[in-house]
């Protein structure tokens, strides 16, 4: 049976925990810098928290948990400790690549994570070569996700209506922001309760990215 050409132009998909299973791993260091800080928290807790969160907004939410200015060297430290961490720790999200090579349609990465850490988890995981001059960012935008922007402007660049696009998405603020945008949305709940994303109005939630060729090609 010949394949059927996708309702969608666009694949927009999100960066950690959709293409990269890095959510694991900051949220376990960022635990880890809170406690020594005095804040008790488990990792669990600090996903529910600051997960799709851009850095700058996760900050001031550090910030409001410990009711006093971060320390100076918290940034840095917490940049260094991650990247130190995910160098010999990350992994791609299981089935990404191969549900990539079965997508027909064009496909880039909207993320509120900065250039440098797409480039550098990409280059870990060696899928860089994937996304090369496909790769948006808040730092490209006003405003980063829930508003948005960053998935207008992914739209833009690829001269594509935002009714075309459809979005995966792995936390609420994400979900949110395609939505506002006008676009389709998919919850991946690898690590995510399917709920969360469904009450954040994703339009479908699915478990494993083997699904997702069939999914892209076949919705209703």
Do not use: W
Not at 14 to 41: F, Q, Y
């Amino acid at each position: 049976m010949p394949r059927q050409p996708s309702p969608f132009e666009l694949l927009i998909l999100d960066c950690d925990g959709v293409v990269v299973d890095s959510e694991p791993i900051t949220t376990r260091v960022l635990a880890e810098m809170l406690n020594e800080l005095g804040v008790p928290v488990a990792a669990e807790d600090v996903a529910r928290k600051f997960v799709g969160h851009t850095f700058a907004h996760t900050l001031d939410l550090v910030a409001e948990l410990l009711k006093e200015p971060l320390p100076r060297d918290f940034a840095p430290n917490y940049r260094d400790r991650t990247f130190a961490t995910l160098e010999t720790e990350l992994r791609p999200v299981p089935g990404i690549a191969a549900a990539l090579d079965l997508i027909t349609i064009p496909y880039c990465i909207a993320s509120n994570g900065p250039h440098a850490k797409m480039r550098k988890t990409l280059g870990i995981t060696s899928l860089l070569s994937r996304f090369e001059g496909r790769l948006f960012s808040s730092g490209d935008v006003p405003r980063g996700k829930p508003f948005p922007d960053l998935f207008l402007f992914a739209a833009h660049y690829f001269a594509v209506r935002p009714a075309a696009c459809l979005v995966v998405e792995d936390s609420a603020s994400g979900v949110a922001a395609a939505l506002a945008a006008g676009m389709s949305v998919f919850g991946y709940s690898g690590g995510v309760d399917d709920d969360q994303l469904l009450a954040a109005g994703a339009h479908k939630v699915f478990g494993h990215m083997s699904e997702l060729p069939a999914l892209v090609a076949n919705v209703q």
